[in-house]
């Protein structure tokens, strides 16, 4: 993983798990990306990287606000 990544995907995890904490639900993909300073697209990008590592997870994918946080050092 590149350094550029690691450091998005970091933000893009706490941002969710601390957005969790707050509002007791998951984030839009538009708000993690506001919320690291990334467009869109490359929010979905990392976000989706994420799932197929497991550092992120779903119950329902492509469904809105359905992340939560996995194992990062997975």
Known sequence: MKNYE??????IYRFIRDY????QYAPSTQEI???VGVSLP?????I??????GELETDHKGQPRCLR??????
């Open 42 to 46: 490359t929010a979905s990008r990392y």
């Open 6 to 11: 690691r450091i998005v995907c970091n933000q």
């Open 20 to 23: 969790h904490k707050t509002y």
């Open 48 to 53: 989706n990287r994420m799932l197929e590592r």
């Open 69 to 74: 946080v996995g194992d990062i050092n997975g």
């Open 33 to 35: 990306a506001m919320g």
